[in-house]
Nanobody
């Protein structure tokens, strides 16, 4: 019903910035909440940020003030702007979508992208 494709990951030095994109196809994007999660080797998937269909945003405490989530419904695309990156931000980043309300729980999301690698060197 919904397909998601992430892009924009890569290698960056500590203190640098990256902008991740999440392109959606299928059902009407504007009716879905979008979340970003990340998973480092040996760790469970953790919540990063989410944006509701109405535009309200929430952030994990570890990224608040450094990351910004946004969406462009006309382009069926979500974004995660990441500034002041730290080595501990290194992970595979996934975008996810669910109908209507947003959530910080990965099990609440129905659709997932394939992930994009973000590596922050010290």
């Amino acid at each position: 019903q919904v397909q998601l494709v992430e892009s924009g990951g890569g290698l960056v030095q500590a203190g640098g910035s990256l902008r991740l994109s999440c392109a959606a196809s299928g059902r009407t994007f504007s009716m879905y909440a979008v979340g970003w999660f990340r998973q480092a080797p040996g760790k469970e998937r953790e919540f990063v940020a989410a944006i509701s269909y109405s535009g309200s945003s929430t952030y994990a405490g570890s990224v608040k003030g450094r990351f910004t989530i946004s969406r462009d419904n006309a382009k069926n695309t979500g974004y995660l702007q990441m500034n002041s990156l730290k080595p501990e931000d290194t992970a595979v980043y996934f975008c996810a979508a669910r109908y209507s309300r947003s959530s910080n729980l990965p099990e609440d999301y129905d659709y997932w992208g394939q992930g994009t690698q973000v590596t922050v060197s010290s």
